[in-house]
C-alpha cells in the first residue's frame, strides 16, 4: 500500500490522498464536496486518491455515519461538522526568513483569544512591532488546535492539526507568523499530544485502539505505542512545522507521553525534525513535571522551570498550598538551590514530600526556561491573580529585573512586559447547561479544597472570563509605559551584555551566598565572563555591588532591591 497517512494531502495540483486510521470500522467511505467514494482499507487504514481542490468540504462516512477528519487541517464551522481542504503551498511567505539562536531567546507566552480584544491573529500581529521594539524576540502561542466551542484555554483541542477557528483561518495564522519573523520575532506553538478534550473527539468510535486504559489527569490515555497512534502525532507536528514557518514547540505534559520509560516517540520525533533541512533552527521545549535532564541531554533545547515561579511564590507570599506546600520548609534555601543549580529539586531527599528531579546543573543556563508566573499558575486561582497583584509594584520591578537578567531563559506572559495586573481566570465553553454545572461544581471543589476565598469568583463557563483576561490597554497609561521602559532597559542589556556570555559556554553551577536570610550574591561564570547579582527579597544584602551595570534600589539598605555586574 502506498505512503500511509492521516488526513488530506496534495500530492499535485490536482490528485489528493485522503486517509484514515479506523481499525474497528467495517465500511468507510470519502464523503467529498457531497460526491461518495470507497475507501480501500487494509489493516485498519483506509485510503483513497482522487481528484480534489483546496476549500472543499469533506467527511468520513464510517459505518455509515459522517465523522469529521481527525486530522483535520480546517473545518466548515464546528469540530462536529465537515473537514476542508486545505493546501499551504500557495501562502506568500515574503523574505526567506533563517531563524534565531536559542541563546537570543526572550519569550512571551500569549493566548491567542485574549491577547487583544478581538481575539484574533490579525489583531495580534498589530501587537508585534511594539514587542520587538522592547526585546520581545520569541512568541509561544498557547494551543491553538481546534477545541468544542468559542472559547477556552485550549488544552482540550480535538482536531490537532486545525486552527481554533474563532482566531482565524489557516491563512490568517501564517500572516501573523510571517509578520512575527518580519520583525525578528520567532513563533513556536504550545502543542497538546498528550490528551484529547472532552467534547466533539469521535476518535474512540472508530479507533478504540488508539487509547490505553491508563487516563491522564484531562482524559484517556493514548497508546504512543502503537505505529499508527505515533504516526499522526508525528505527522501533525512536521505539518504544523511545513504547513505555518513555525520555530519549534512547546511540548505540553511530556511525562503523561508514554510508550515506556525511555520516551521512544520523544526520542524519534526529534531525531525525525532535527534531520530534515528547514532553513531555520527548531527550537523544541519540554513541560515535564519529573525534573529529569534526560531530553534535555538528548537534544531538546529547554524545559518549563516551575521550580523558580514555585519556589518564588512560597518566599513572596507565604502561600504553602497544593504544589506550593513541598517548598513550604524553607523556601529560601530552595530559592538558593535554583539559583545555583537551575532547579530547586534535583532528587534530593525532601522531608515528608518525596524526592523529585534529578541533577540538571551540568545543562547549559538556556535549558532551564524561567517565569514569575505563567498562565498555569495564574489561572490556577479563582480570580486568575497574577503575582504582580499579590505583591505590589516594588517587589514586582524587582523579581521581574532579576528574571530577565538572569542567565536562565527568561519567559513572560502577555501583559507582564508593561506590568499588567489583568487577571486569567480558567475559561471554557461546554456543549450543554448539564456540562456546564459540571464545570462549575468541579472547579468550586477542587479550589476549595485548597482554601481559597470562592467569593466572586468569575464565571469559568462564561464569557466574561475570557474578555477580562486581555491585558491590553492598561488602565494606567502612564504607569504600562514606566514598566515598559524598564522592560526596554533589561532587554537592551541582556541582548548586548548577557547573551554574548551565553554563547560562550557556562563554566559550572553558580556560586550562592546568603549574606542575610532573605538576600543573595550569587555569581555566574562564563568562557567569556560573568554575571555578579546581588538580589534582596525580603532583607538587604547589607553592602552595595561596585561598578553595577544595573541597580533598583539600595542592596545595602533596602529590603527589596537588586544590582547586577556583567563582566567580559
Not at 96 to 101: I, K, L, M, S, T
Not at 287 to 308: F, I, M, Q, S, T
Amino acid at each position: 500500500m502506498s505512503e500511509r497517512i492521516w488526513g488530506a494531502a496534495p500530492l499535485n495540483d490536482t490528485c489528493w490522498r485522503f486517509g484514515l486510521w479506523a481499525p474497528a470500522a467495517r465500511k468507510v467511505a470519502l464523503v467529498l464536496d457531497g460526491d461518495e467514494m470507497a475507501m480501500h482499507g487494509h489493516d485498519g487504514w483506509w485510503q483513497i486518491d482522487t481528484c480534489a481542490a483546496p476549500g472543499l468540504p469533506y467527511s468520513f462516512r464510517i459505518d455509515g455515519t459522517d465523522r469529521p477528519d481527525p486530522a483535520s487541517r480546517a473545518q466548515v464551522d464546528t469540530v462536529d461538522g465537515p473537514s476542508l481542504t486545505v493546501d499551504p503551498r500557495g501562502f506568500d511567505w515574503g523574505a526567506p526568513w533563517q531563524g534565531r539562536a536559542f541563546e537570543e531567546a526572550v519569550i512571551l507566552e500569549i493566548h491567542v483569544g485574549s491577547f487583544t480584544p478581538e481575539g484574533t491573529f490579525a489583531a495580534a500581529a498589530q501587537r508585534l512591532p511594539g514587542l520587538a521594539a522592547l526585546g520581545i524576540t520569541m512568541i509561544e502561542l498557547m494551543p491553538v488546535s481546534q477545541f468544542h466551542g468559542r472559547w477556552g484555554w485550549g488544552y482540550d483541542g480535538v482536531l490537532n492539526r486545525a486552527p481554533h477557528p474563532a482566531y482565524g483561518t489557516p491563512d490568517e495564522m501564517r500572516a501573523f507568523v510571517r509578520a512575527a519573523q518580519e520583525q525578528g520575532i520567532c513563533v513556536i506553538l504550545d502543542l497538546v499530544m498528550n490528551h484529547f478534550g472532552p467534547f466533539g473527539n469521535y476518535l474512540p468510535s472508530y479507533a478504540p485502539e488508539f487509547y490505553t486504559d491508563i487516563p491522564t489527569p484531562w482524559g484517556d490515555g493514548i497508546d504512543f505505542e502503537r505505529p499508527e497512534v505515533r504516526d499522526f502525532f508525528r505527522q501533525s507536528a512536521l505539518g504544523w512545522l511545513e504547513d505555518y514557518r513555525l520555530d519549534g514547540f512547546r511540548l505540553d505534559a511530556v511525562h503523561q507521553i508514554r510508550d515506556g520509560s525511555e520516551q521512544h516517540f520523544m526520542h524519534e520525533l526529534l531525531h525525525e525534525i532535527h534531520a530534515s533541512a528547514w532553513g531555520r533552527p527548531i527550537h523544541l521545549i519540554c513541560e515535564d513535571e519529573r525534573n529529569l535532564p534526560d531530553l534535555r541531554e538528548a537534544g531538546y533545547d529547554a524545559e518549563w522551570n516551575d521550580d523558580w515561579h514555585n519556589v518564588l511564590h512560597v518566599a513572596l507570599t507565604g502561600e504553602t498550598q497544593g504544589y506550593y506546600e513541598r517548598h513550604g520548609d524553607d523556601p529560601f534555601a530552595d530559592l538558593a538551590h535554583a539559583l545555583a543549580h537551575g532547579q530547586a529539586d534535583e532528587g534530593q531527599p525532601k522531608g515528608d514530600h518525596g524526592a523529585r528531579g534529578a541533577p540538571a546543573a551540568h545543562l547549559p543556563w538556556s535549558a532551564f526556561i524561567n517565569s514569575n508566573h505563567t498562565h498555569d499558575q495564574i489561572g490556577n486561582r479563582p480570580h486568575g491573580d497574577r503575582l504582580l497583584t499579590l505583591v505590589g509594584d516594588d517587589v514586582g520591578r524587582v523579581i521581574h529585573a532579576a528574571l530577565l537578567l538572569m542567565p536562565f531563559t527568561p519567559m513572560l506572559f502577555q501583559g507582564e512586559e508593561e506590568g499588567s495586573e489583568a487577571p486569567f481566570p480558567f475559561f471554557v465553553d461546554p456543549p450543554d447547561d448539564r456540562m456546564r454545572r459540571a464545570v462549575r461544581k468541579g472547579r468550586r471543589k477542587e479550589l476549595g479544597a485548597l482554601g481559597y476565598d470562592l467569593s466572586k469568583m468569575p464565571d469559568p463557563c462564561g464569557p466574561n472570563a475570557m474578555d477580562m483576561a486581555c491585558p491590553y490597554p492598561s488602565p494606567d497609561p502612564a504607569r504600562a509605559e514606566a514598566w515598559r521602559a524598564l522592560t526596554g532597559e533589561l532587554l537592551a542589556l541582556r541582548a548586548a551584555r548577557i547573551t554574548p556570555l551565553l554563547r560562550s559556554g557556562d563554566t559550572g553551577p553558580g556560586e550562592v551566598s546568603r549574606p542575610t536570610p532573605k538576600a543573595f550574591r550569587v555569581r555566574w561564570g562564563f568562557a567569556g565572563g560573568a554575571i555578579e547579582m546581588a538580589l534582596c527579597l525580603g532583607t538587604p544584602v547589607g553592602e552595595q555591588l561596585d561598578s553595577a551595570d544595573f541597580t533598583l534600589g539600595n542592596t545595602a539598605s533596602d529590603a527589596f532591591a537588586l544590582a547586577v555586574r556583567i563582566t567580559s
